[in-house]
Each structure stands twice: as structure tokens, then as C-alpha cells.
């Protein structure tokens, strides 16, 4: 399935790129012949998957944590509601059921789509917000055990500190560039956290664009699905990389 979809936005990247420099409309409409044939076979092998979004929606609802049961379960419950609107769009297309209304259900579908994105990113958000929680006290811990004043050498003290003019600007800098820096130290200890984060964020362009909230062009999407296809296959292949719960 994640090849399937890489193969479908790379032919929506490489047709925007054909259309950008001007190739034959030939070529072009062999290419986007292509990757219709591809979506239309990504729906038709995603007949039954609205059922293993509800399965999974009813092991989420034992978590323990409650920002993670409410954003985990919902993002399910959505991604089944998608998968049902996608299944209705395929009988459309397939011409199983030729008096389907295809732009509503398009639009259904991608408006489930965008929900579930947005409870992943909202998961993902309150993950880096633990782990920086963590992180920040097991440093304060070790800079009291050792006497050490602020990670990575940067003194507070002196000229613009708190309690002199202008300081207020310098020490809101400081803290800015220290949560930075936390939030890098966080990520790059986390590689799955920071995979779904890159994944989800990509996927987020597909449903803004098709619901007309952002348009940002075939090329960008194309971009982006294929990106976000590749990390997924990344994570069909490294178990390990893959977010849990």
C-alpha cells in the first residue's frame, strides 16, 4: 500500500514538473491517466479498512493517559469515517454506482482526513511537551548536582540581565533559543516522535489543498505524499521507528 501511494504522488509531482517545463499534453495525460489508475487501486485495497480504524479506536479507548485517549481515539474514529466516504467515492468511480455525487464525498472524505491529522498533530504536540517536561527537570537535577549554571555555556548574568534596562528582550531570547534547543535535544532522542511529526505535518498539505483552505499546488502535494509515503514504508521496514501507542 505505501509503495502504491509513493508511485501515485511522485506521477503528481512529475506531472506538475512536465507541465512546468512544458512537455508534450500527450505525455502529460499519459501521466495523470496514471496516477488516477493508481489512487483508484489505493481505494479499491482500502476496502475494509474503516473496520480496522474502529478496532483500533476501541484499544485506544483503554489508555491510561487522557489526552492521549482522546486524541488517539478520535483520530481513528475519523480515519474510519474517511476510509467509509473513500469506499462510497470508489463504488462512484468504478461506476459500481454511477449516481454518486464523487465531489461531495471527495470532500467529506478529505474533511475526515484533515480532522485525524489534525488529533495526530495535536498527539504528537502533547508527546514533546512531556518528554520536554522530562527533560528540562532531569537537566535541572544535573546542573544542581554538578553547581553548573545554564546548559550549553550561556550566562545569564551581566550587562542586559533581568534587573538592568533592556534586559527583557535579551532574556526572552534566551529562553526562546534554550526551548529550542531542548525541543531539538527531544526530537533527535525520539526518531519515531520525529517521524510521525514530519509525516503528519506533510500529510496535512493534501486535505488543505483539496478542500480549497490552502490551495499550495499539485507540485507541493505531489511533494509531500511522497515524502510522507516514504516514511511510512521507512517504518513498514523499522518496526522500531513506528510512534506507540
Known sequence: MGKLRAAQYACSLLGHALQKHGASPELQKQIRQLEGHLSLGRK????????????SAKRAVHLSDVVLRFCITVSHLNRALYFACDNVLWAGKSGLV???????????????????????LS??????????????????RRLKGSGGGVPGGIETGGPGGPGTPGGALPQVALKFRLQVLLLAR??????????????????????????????????????CGLVSSILSILTLICPWLRLKP
Open 186 to 223: 527531544v526530537l533527535r532522542g525520539h526518531p519515531p516522535l520525529l517521524l510521525d511529526v514530519v509525516r503528519n505535518a506533510c500529510d496535512l498539505f493534501i486535505p488543505l489543498d483539496k478542500l480549497g483552505l490552502w490551495r499550495c499546488g499539485p507540485g507541493i502535494v505531489g511533494l
Open 44 to 55: 479499491l485495497l482500502r476496502l475494509g479498512n474503516s473496520a480496522d480504524a474502529l478496532e
Open 123 to 140: 498527539r504528537d504536540a502533547y508527546e514533546i511537551r512531556l518528554l520536554m517536561e522530562q527533560e528540562s527537570s532531569a537537566c535541572s
Open 98 to 120: 454511477p449516481r454518486v455525487d464523487q465531489e461531495k464525498w471527495a470532500q467529506r472524505s478529505f474533511r475526515y482526513y484533515l480532522f485525524s491529522l489534525i488529533m495526530n
